[in-house]
């Protein structure tokens, strides 16, 4: 049985690496049958080298290996040993890090600070995983905390061993145009833990963005002690935020986050709660977005009067889903052709995720010089830098009159076939 991808009406096949990536995902999310694995490996056309670009950029290896082991006599000997040492790497490192949360939370808790796990930590201590064998990836520790107890929490780390990492930027830089810190650790001499502290889950934007989130928190036990979780409902809009905000909206391990969330909570989710701030602080595009990926990738039911509420466009709608069929596996087509739409994919999202179109404008022309920087992989403070930001605008110029004449030519390109 082969897969596909329904969008508009019109059914795409997909390929066998394609495939393969999506039987992953939706036996992760629903614990689909995985008996269509033997067919795909066994394919004359299955291009390893291609999924192997697939799972790196969604962040599947673990996944990938717990998926395959029980057809590893059809694999390269050398492909299922990567992928078995993945597996056992994450799930070391993950017990790591989840002893080190504990500690850190034991730390702010003896000084009556309240942390909020986020993203992989926050799925660990509510269980979110718990009944399916999956490790869900994680390179850091996320919290949230409130900013006024951050030089506390400075003080804190720093008894623990942790230092600053300010990344080659000036800290002012992470305080007053972004919304967290980071710090390490060394083990060996070698930075080991990274642990972020965010005092809120996106820039500021002139809008209250969930005001209520810390009167929402409910309590769990983790070892006898009391551990604090965002609701489900904001732990979705920090899902949502995240996608926008870091430039990988397409990340299949991120879209399994929404899904597995919402197919634990969707019954029992404040709508009221979600359509208000979501409306409030202009994310209902944002929220659109992962229900779409949801949807068209695990056939997550959304309410039907709970997106009507959303009062998102119907041609952007159309634009969203077209994207996430398009676009979600165009990274892993050849090495210079992914690398090449990685800014593409970027720009295309940073425009289908916000409620209006002078948002992103607005951002990317004030975008801090750091960020920039960091887009486009140059120093921050170098001389080249510091011109082409100060140029930046015709550059995105150009681009925008680049990306409105390809529109043009596709569209004549399907009038003259038509």
Known sequence: MCLYMLDSGILKEVSP?????????????????????????????????????FITYHELDPSTYLCL??????????????????????????????????????AFRDKNIISLPLKGTAFIANKIYADKAYLRPMCDIDLLIKEKDLPFIEKILEGLGYEKNLCGMREN???????????????????????????ALDYKRGKSILPYLWDRVKKVQIDGKDTYLLSPEDTLFCLALHQRRFGKALCLKNVCDVAVLLNRYNSDLDWNYILKEASSASMSTTLYFVFAQANLLFDIQIPSSALKALNVPAYKKKLIRRFIVQDTFSLGLGLSNGERNRNSVYL??????YDNFWEPVK??????????????????????????????????????FVIILKIITKRLLRLLKV
């Open 348 to 353: 295309k999202s940073h425009f289908l995720l």
């Open 173 to 199: 830089y992470w305080r007053e145009k972004s919304y967290h810190l980071e710090f390490i650790k060394k083990r060996e001499k070698k930075p080991f833990y990274n642990v972020e502290m965010h005092w």
């Open 69 to 106: 082991k029980k057809y590893s006599y059809l694999l390269p000997g050398d492909k299922i040993k990567l992928l078995e040492n993945s597996y056992y790497y994450c799930l070391t490192y993950l017990s790591y890090l989840w002893e080190e949360f504990k500690h850190i939370s034991n």
């Open 17 to 53: 690496e394609v495939r393969l990536v999506l039987l992953i995902t939706r036996w992760i999310v629903n614990n689909q049958d995985t008996s269509e694995i033997k067919d795909l490996l066994t394919q004359d056309k299955f291009e390893w080298k291609r999924l192997e670009r």
């Open 363 to 400: 951002y990317i022309l004030n975008i801090p010089q750091e960020q920039f920087a960091k887009f486009y992989e140059l120093p921050p403070y170098a001389k080249k830098t510091n011109l082409l930001y100060r140029i930046r605008y015709l550059y995105f110029i150009k681009n925008f």
